[in-house]
């Protein structure tokens, strides 16, 4: 149906308008009622002059309606201002033609305009609707809205003007009118929903709305009063509406028809197609006489309607034979009414423009206006007193908070370089040599710094021995030698000079050196940086800290930046709303609708009027209820953020602490180069006059010693010669015998060179078994440049007096110092806090340690605390005692060195001895707690160091290695990977073989076992290297419980570490006056394991310790401990700087024990002594088993204290 011919539409005829003459009356009520000039109303006159002739010559198109919309909007303003109704002061008379009897109707009414006008726009509208041919889906829309506006202006021409102006506007005529509108709407609704297939069962209904609507046509049409009214297109209208009501009922029932047949009701199939035949038979009656088109409608109907009965009833008669209903019994389609009248608006401005006659108000529409604007004013105070104290509670809520959205995730921050931080990285990227000209400076300066000191000091040394040995020639000779009144030598007057200038010097470089320690202070300080800012920007990036977060920070972060996007939101949107509310009421002017309104009716207009502001009260009341629950939710969040807000502030406070730094690190750079610069032209001037100076006291101090041998001479010829002391010969001993003799001689004092100075030449001698008892003395060193680099020791040890007779000495750590006594490391093997006695004493130190920092932290009335001035005070005495440190050996290494300003000091340097030189970058930290043993700090290996690094672990038998670099640095490159990887696969490091025995990861740190062996020996050691994998490139590792817990496995190892056995002890019966090794080596890291010693004791046939005697109470052969300790051999304890711990001792030698494998694996140095002297225990010669007597020699009960007391003498002949 839907490709069916359109049916024709009736349109109406439009009235004929005759005269309106309103210049007159206009100008006349202004000029009276207003007060006003009625000429300057003349060009609004003509404005509305010209919309009339507008409208009453309307062009038949859509133009035109807008035309007589906008006329009929102004005639209404007008009537608003001027009152030209019926009977009214400016009333004028105005003509229409009556269009069915086509008589001219007056009346002196304006309304009796508008009522025309408004019934010309829904004929044009009529026009306009049947105009078009509906055969597109667009022509059907406008067609529909056209009829739909022509129902509009006839509904509300009924509604709003009185029906006696003319007959072609009574009630009867506009419900026509009105009734034929809609049906003809509802028609092209009906085209246009066949034409989208639309459901049969809302087509139908649709058909019976048009149907309903043309009956309602029809009998207004049958009225007699609307027929005499009409003449004779009354009949034509009946004729066709008739048509129509049988035609669409003929569609209704055949879409009726379809919905049976899609419900597989065949039945009512048939009766609604036989329905349908029959309708549209009676419309084919009625249509005699109509156009072509309403014939084509009709035929092409016929031929759908009964193509599809026929077909439904042979299907029903022989196929589904179902019984077919009468009509009646069926269900009446009821219609749905699809369209509707559009309203005319008269005052709407888009539709009737701005208003001509705008400037005319009366004063009853100001006073109106006024009492609106005051409703406005009361609306507008109460909803801002509610938003004010919602907005009180909400600051006083978030203000102590401190949440601002826009910081409280920060987090894009640390994933870029900040802006300043990239010019200075740029800048020094166009210098790429910046750190090694300031590290080159600050070498040179150092150089010449240490040249100055150096000659300062030898001017000193050359001054102080020649006051000593002034002093001694005046001892041997007498004080009454030298002739009184005799003029002082030229030399004692030039070295007086010398001394004089010396002391302007020292004074002059005292001051300097304060000067120039500061300067490699903040060089130190900035250097790091420096090299950091001219490196790849990745590390730079690397260096700013940054948050770490888990994932239920970051989502506790993003829940509180949810909640608190909600109170932002909720806020800018109240301050919309208000906004919003404030600019509706200003712009909110009614005064031409009260022009327009009667003063009965304003309150009721003001009521509506301010329904305009119910929308945006509802939102506004909406937003102020959401606060309380938004407000609970963010103290939830908050409460959640504290620990995460804490950690972010503090990463905060590092990043730009950091950025900072390296900003004054890059800003101070020139100011160091300048200052470096400085003092070396200071320092070359000073290192001139130095070197004339040191000249200078070298020749008096010639002259004054040749002046001294000259008197010495003339005294020793005033004596008589000496008798010669010649030694006696003393016999060639072994080696081993000298060594263990070399003890008893060990107890004679010290002998320096100047020792025998009081003698005369030839009676300095001594036996030489007594002077090889002597240290040699210390000869003085020349004090060049040259020298101070050589790595030869600077001191040499000698013996402590020692009496004869006395046991073995304890082995302890000795102290490199020269004349401090070395002490034993105190081992904490278990926990000292078991006993809460100890936990009351800590707690008590506690409290007065805390009571302590109170008191120091307490500010003076000088505005400092008494800690700041204690710690100022210990780093001035740091800073003064690393300016009386050297570092020139180590500058003599620049290649061996990963940082040029980390250097060891060259008095407690490592230094190896069988290396091609003695430097390692490695510096001995000692004395650091009476439980801390030796360590050695030590930069990580470098490509060309890593021999020497093992080297060091070798010769100073380290047993435990501590490595502080993570897993990524080995993986950038960054440090060497200078230990084996791979499980049995050797790896040579100069004469050093290292093999990895087994790895273990640990939740801190990776444990690696490694086996060393030097050149061919059989000898092997092992070394455990521990790994800490948390340690970042830059700063300090964030979880300071991992790094406890590392330090305590370390800790661990340690004391596991400490040996059962030493493989060489060097023990004799009397003390020795040197041992063999240094005394921390005798120990090996637990090279021998228990079951070693069980397989040894296995293979010699000693019986098992249960059925062998029990053990004394000590060994017979075990000597006490010796009060004074034992000196370390020179060389031995030099200096050092990575991560190594050297093994001590263990302590004093354990209880006796109760079995022989215990007695035997208790065979330390500490414990081990063959003086059986102090147990008196008798010693066992060849005569005890020669002449054994009962119950003695082999015979005799073993004793229980001997280790070896079960060993079988015939196990060689028992083995088999």
Not at 51 to 65: I, M
Not at 90 to 98: D, G, L, Y
Not at 278 to 283: F, I, S
Not at 1071 to 1080: E, R
């Given at each position: 149906?839907?490709?069916?011919?359109?049916m024709?539409?009736?349109?109406l005829?439009?009235?004929e308008?005759g005269?309106f003459a309103f210049?007159?009356?206009?100008?006349?009520?202004?000029?009276k009622?207003?007060?006003?000039?009625?000429?300057?109303?003349?060009?609004?006159?003509?404005k509305?002059?010209v919309?009339?002739?507008?409208?009453?010559?309307?062009?038949?198109?859509?133009?035109?309606?807008s035309?007589?919309?906008k006329?009929?909007?102004?005639?209404?303003y007008?009537?608003?201002?001027i009152?030209m109704?019926?009977e009214?002061e400016?009333?004028?008379?105005?003509?229409?033609?009556?269009i069915?009897?086509g008589?001219t109707?007056?009346?002196e009414?304006?309304?009796?305009?508008?009522?025309?006008?408004?019934y010309?726009?829904g004929?044009?509208?009529?026009?306009l609707g049947?105009?078009?041919?509906?055969?597109?889906?667009e022509?059907?829309?406008?067609s529909?809205?056209?009829?739909?506006?022509?129902?509009?202006a006839?509904t509300?021409l009924r509604?709003?003007?009185?029906?006696?102006?003319?007959?072609?506007?009574?009630?009867?005529?506009?419900?026509?009118?009105?009734n034929?509108?809609?049906g003809?709407a509802?028609?092209?609704l009906?085209?246009?929903?066949?034409?989208?297939?639309?459901?049969?069962?809302?087509v139908?209904?649709?058909?019976?709305?048009?149907?309903?609507y043309?009956?309602?046509?029809?009998?207004?049409?049958?009225?007699?009063?609307t027929?005499?009214l009409?003449?004779?297109?009354?009949?034509d209208w009946?004729?066709?509406?008739?048509?129509?009501?049988?035609?669409?009922?003929?569609?209704?029932?055949?879409h009726m028809?379809?919905?049976?047949?899609?419900?597989?009701?065949?039945g009512?199939?048939v009766?609604?197609?036989?329905?349908?035949?029959?309708?549209?038979?009676?419309?084919?009656?009625?249509?005699k006489?109509?156009p072509?088109?309403?014939?084509?409608?009709?035929?092409?109907?016929?031929d759908?309607?009964g193509g599809k009965?026929?077909?439904?009833k042979?299907?029903?008669?022989?196929?589904?034979?179902?019984?077919?209903?009468?009509?009646?019994?069926?269900q009446s389609?009821?219609?749905?009414?699809?369209v509707?009248?559009l309203p005319v608006?008269p005052?709407?401005?888009?539709v009737?423009g701005?208003?001509i006659?705008?400037?005319?108000?009366?004063m009853a529409?100001?006073e109106?206006s006024?009492?609106y604007?005051?409703?406005?004013?009361?609306?507008l105070?109460?909803?801002?007193?509610?938003?004010e104290?919602?907005n009180?509670?909400l600051?006083?809520f978030?203000d102590p908070?401190q949440l601002?959205?826009?910081?409280?995730?920060?987090?894009?921050m640390?994933?870029h370089?900040?802006?300043?931080?990239m010019?200075?990285?740029?800048?020094?990227?166009v210098r790429?040599d910046?750190v090694?000209?300031?590290?080159?400076?600050?070498?040179?300066?150092?150089?010449v710094?240490?040249?100055v000191?150096?000659?300062?000091k030898?001017?000193?040394?050359?001054l102080?021995?020649?006051?000593?040995?002034?002093?001694?020639l005046?001892e041997?000779?007498g004080?009454g030698s030298v002739p009184?009144g005799?003029?002082?030598?030229?030399?004692?007057?030039?070295?007086?000079?010398?001394?004089?200038?010396?002391?302007?010097?020292m004074?002059v470089?005292e001051?300097?050196?304060?000067t120039?320690?500061?300067?490699?202070?903040?060089?130190?300080l900035?250097?790091?940086?420096?090299r950091?800012?001219s490196?790849?920007?990745?590390?730079?990036r690397?260096?700013?800290?940054s948050?770490?977060?888990?994932?239920?920070?970051?989502q506790?972060?993003?829940?509180?930046?949810?909640?608190?996007?909600?109170?932002?939101e909720?806020?800018?949107?109240r301050?919309?709303l208000?906004?919003?509310?404030?600019?509706?009421?200003?712009?909110d002017d009614?005064?031409?609708s009260?022009?327009?309104?009667d003063?009965?009716?304003?309150?009721?207009?003001?009521?509506e009027q301010?329904?305009k502001y119910?929308q945006i009260?509802?939102?506004?009341?909406?937003?102020?209820?959401?606060q309380?629950?938004?407000l609970?939710?963010?103290?939830?969040?908050?409460?959640?953020?504290?620990?995460?807000?804490k950690?972010l502030?503090?990463?905060?406070?590092?990043?730009?602490?950091t950025?900072q730094?390296?900003?004054?690190s890059?800003?101070a750079?020139?100011?160091?180069?300048?200052?470096?610069?400085?003092g070396?032209?200071?320092?070359?001037?000073l290192?001139?006059?130095?070197?004339?100076?040191?000249?200078?006291?070298?020749?008096a101090?010639?002259a004054?010693?040749a002046?001294r041998?000259?008197?010495?001479e003339?005294?020793?010829?005033?004596?008589?010669?000496?008798?010669?002391t010649?030694?006696k010969?003393?016999?060639?001993?072994k080696?081993?015998?000298?060594?263990?003799?070399?003890p008893?001689?060990?107890?004679l004092?010290?002998?320096g060179?100047?020792g025998?100075?009081?003698?005369p030449?030839?009676?300095?001698?001594?036996?030489?078994d007594?002077?090889?008892?002597?240290?040699?003395a210390?000869q003085?060193?020349?004090?060049?440049?040259?020298?101070?680099?050589s790595?030869?020791?600077?001191?040499?040890?000698?013996g402590s007096?020692a009496a004869?007779?006395?046991?073995?000495?304890?082995?302890?750590?000795?102290?490199?110092?020269?004349?401090?006594?070395?002490?034993?490391?105190?081992?904490?093997?278990?926990?000292?806090?078991?006993?809460p006695?100890?936990?009351?004493?800590?707690r008590?130190?506690?409290e007065?340690f805390?009571?302590?920092?109170q008191?120091l932290e307490?500010t003076?009335?000088?505005?400092?605390a008494?800690?700041?001035?204690?710690?100022?005070?210990?780093?001035?005495?740091?800073?003064?005692?690393?300016?009386?440190?050297?570092?020139a050996?180590?500058?003599?290494?620049?290649?061996?060195?990963?940082?040029?300003?980390?250097?060891?000091?060259d008095?407690?340097r490592?230094?190896?001895?069988?290396?091609?030189?003695d430097?390692?970058?490695?510096?001995?930290v000692?004395?650091l707690?009476?439980?801390c043993p030796?360590i050695i700090?030590t930069?990580a290996p470098?490509?060309?160091?890593a021999?020497?690094?093992?080297?060091?672990?070798?010769?100073?038998?380290?047993?435990?290695?501590?490595?502080?670099?993570?897993?990524?640095?080995l993986?950038?490159?960054?440090?060497?990977?200078?230990?084996?990887t791979e499980?049995?696969?050797?790896v040579?490091?100069?004469?050093i073989?290292?093999?990895?025995?087994?790895?273990?990861?640990a939740?801190?740190?990776?444990?690696r076992m490694?086996?060393?062996?030097?050149?061919?020996?059989?000898?092997?050691?092992?070394?455990?290297?521990?790994q800490?994998?948390?340690?970042?490139?830059?700063?300090?590792p964030d979880?300071?419980?991992?790094?406890l817990?590392f330090?305590?496995?370390v800790?661990?190892?340690?004391l596991?570490?400490?040996?059962?056995h030493?493989?060489?002890?060097?023990?004799?019966?009397l003390?020795?006056?040197?041992?063999?090794?240094?005394?921390?080596d005798l120990?090996?890291?637990g090279?021998?394991?228990i079951?070693?010693i069980?397989a040894t004791?296995?293979?010699?046939?000693?019986k098992p310790p249960?059925?062998?005697?029990d053990?004394?109470?000590?060994a017979?052969?075990?000597?006490?401990?010796?009060?004074?300790?034992v000196?370390?051999?020179?060389?031995?304890?030099e200096?050092?700087?990575h991560?190594?711990?050297?093994?001590p001792?263990a302590?004093?030698?354990?209880?006796?024990?109760?079995?022989?494998l215990?007695?035997?694996?208790?065979l330390t140095?500490e414990a081990?002594?063959?003086?059986?002297?102090?147990k008196g225990?008798?010693?066992?010669n060849?005569?005890?088993?020669?002449?054994a007597?009962t119950?003695?020699?082999l015979?005799a009960p073993?004793?229980s204290?001997?280790p070896?007391?079960?060993?079988?003498p015939?196990?060689t002949?028992?083995?088999?």
């Open positions: 149906m839907e490709a069916v011919p359109r024709p539409m009736i349109w005829d439009l009235k308008a005269e210049n007159a009356a206009v100008k006349k009520f202004v000029l009622n207003y007060g006003e000039n009625p000429e300057n109303y003349n060009e609004e006159l003509r509305l002059e919309l009339r002739q507008s409208a009453v010559n309307v062009p038949r198109d859509f133009e035109g309606c035309t007589l919309r006329y009929f909007g102004q005639l209404h007008l009537q608003s201002r009152p109704g019926a009214q400016a009333a004028v008379p105005i003509a229409w033609t009556e069915f009897s008589k109707v007056t009346h009414d304006i309304k009796y305009e508008q009522a025309c006008i408004l010309n726009l004929a044009l509208h009529s026009m049947a105009m078009d041919k509906r055969v597109s889906e022509g059907m829309k406008v529909c809205t056209h009829f739909q506006c022509a129902a509009g006839f509300y509604d709003h003007f009185p029906h006696s102006y003319s007959v072609d506007m009574s009630h009867q005529i506009l419900n026509l009118n009105i034929l509108m809609l003809q509802q028609e092209c009906l085209e246009k929903s066949m034409l989208d297939n639309r459901k049969s069962f809302l139908a209904r649709i058909s019976a709305q048009v149907v309903d043309y009956k309602e046509a029809c009998r207004a049409l049958e009225n007699s009063e027929a005499s009409l003449g004779k297109i009354q009949k009946k004729k066709l509406v008739q048509m129509k009501i049988y035609y669409f009922a003929a569609v209704a029932h055949l028809g379809k919905q049976a047949e899609e419900q597989q009701k065949f009512e199939r009766i609604y197609f036989q329905s349908a035949l029959d309708k549209l038979n009676e419309a084919i009656k009625l249509a006489g109509q072509e088109t309403v014939q084509e409608a009709l035929r092409f109907t016929m759908v309607i009965y026929n077909s439904a042979k299907d029903n008669d022989f196929i589904y034979h179902e019984a077919v209903p009468a009509l009646d019994t069926l389609v009821k219609g749905a009414p699809l509707k009248a608006n005052t709407d401005p888009a009737t701005p208003d006659f705008a400037k005319l108000v009366p529409a100001h109106a006024s009492l604007s005051e409703e406005k004013a009361k609306l105070r109460d909803v801002m007193a509610k938003i104290a919602k009180e509670v600051d006083q978030m908070m601002d959205p826009e910081t409280v995730d920060n987090l894009d640390y994933s370089i900040p802006p300043i931080l010019e200075k990285c740029a800048a020094l990227s790429p910046t090694k000209n300031l590290v080159q400076s600050m070498q040179v300066l150092s150089g710094f240490t040249d000191e150096a000659s300062l030898e001017i000193r040394d050359l102080e021995e020649d006051e000593a040995q002034e002093r001694k005046q041997l000779l004080k009184q005799s003029p002082p030598p030229a030399s004692s007057t030039g070295l007086a000079e010398v001394s004089k200038e010396c002391s302007k010097y004074e470089h001051k300097a050196s304060f120039n320690t500061e300067l490699h202070k903040a060089m130190n900035h250097i790091g940086n420096l950091l800012l490196g790849p920007l990745e590390q730079v690397a260096a700013l800290p948050p770490t977060l888990s994932e239920d920070d970051k506790v972060l993003q829940n509180l930046k949810r909640i608190l996007g909600k109170v932002q909720m806020r800018d949107q301050m919309s208000e906004q919003q509310l404030r600019e509706m009421i200003q712009k009614i005064t031409t009260l022009v327009t309104t003063r009965s009716e304003m309150k009721k207009l003001f009521e301010l329904k119910d009260k509802v939102y506004l009341e909406q937003n102020l209820a959401a309380e629950n938004i609970k939710a963010l103290t939830d969040a908050n409460v959640k953020y504290a620990a995460v807000r950690a502030a503090e990463v905060e406070h590092k990043w730009n602490t950025v730094t390296l900003v004054a890059y800003e750079y020139e100011d160091l180069m300048k200052k470096s610069q400085e070396k032209d200071f320092y070359t001037d290192e001139g006059k130095a070197a004339k100076l040191l000249e200078k006291a070298r020749a101090c010639q004054a010693e002046n041998q000259q008197i010495l003339k005294e020793m010829k005033k004596h008589p010669p000496p008798r010669p010649a030694p010969p003393s016999l060639q001993k080696p081993l015998e000298l060594e263990a003799e070399g008893e001689v060990g107890d004092p010290p002998l060179s100047l025998l100075a009081d003698l030449e030839d009676l300095r001698s001594l036996p030489p007594v002077l090889a008892a002597h240290p040699t210390f003085r060193q020349s004090s060049s440049t040259d020298d101070l680099l790595s030869s020791p600077e001191s040499q040890h000698g007096k004869v007779g006395q046991p073995l000495l304890q082995p302890t750590k000795a102290d490199a110092k020269e004349g401090q006594k070395p002490k034993a490391v105190q081992l904490i093997e278990n926990d000292p806090y078991e006993k006695e100890r936990v009351l004493r800590l008590a130190e506690l007065r805390r009571a302590l920092l008191r307490q003076e009335p000088g505005g400092t008494e800690l700041d001035a204690l710690w100022k005070e210990l780093q001035d005495a740091q800073e003064r005692d690393a300016r009386q440190l050297s570092i050996i180590a500058r003599c290494y620049s290649m061996k060195n990963r940082h040029q300003d980390i250097m060891p000091y008095r407690n490592v230094v190896l001895r069988s290396g091609k030189d430097y390692i970058n490695a510096s001995r000692e004395d707690s009476p439980y030796t700090a930069q470098l490509l060309g160091t021999a020497d690094f093992w080297l060091m672990i070798y010769e100073q038998k380290v047993s435990v290695v501590v490595m502080l670099v993570s897993e990524q640095e993986e950038k490159q960054k440090v060497l990977r200078y230990f084996p499980r049995g696969q050797p040579v490091q100069g004469p073989t290292l093999v990895l025995s087994s790895v273990k990861a939740p801190t740190h990776v444990e490694i086996t060393l062996q030097y050149r061919d020996q059989s000898l092997k050691r092992t070394v455990i290297h521990l800490f994998t948390s340690w970042p490139e830059l700063g300090l979880s300071k419980a991992s790094l817990r330090i305590q496995d800790h661990g190892h340690y596991h570490q400490r040996p059962l030493t493989p060489h002890p060097w023990c004799t019966p003390p020795q006056l040197y041992f063999q090794q240094d005394p921390q120990v090996l890291g090279d021998v394991p079951s070693s069980q004791i296995a293979k010699l046939s000693i249960g059925t062998g005697t053990g004394g109470t000590a017979d052969g075990v000597c006490a401990p010796n009060p004074e300790p000196p370390e051999p020179p060389g031995d304890a200096s050092s700087n991560v190594e711990e050297i093994p001792p302590p004093a030698a354990p209880p006796a024990p109760t079995s022989s215990e007695l035997l694996a208790s140095p081990f002594t063959l003086d059986a002297s102090l225990k008798q010693r066992m060849k005569q005890n088993f020669l002449q007597q119950g003695e020699g015979r073993r004793p204290d001997d070896l007391s079960m060993l079988d015939l196990w002949l028992n083995k088999s």
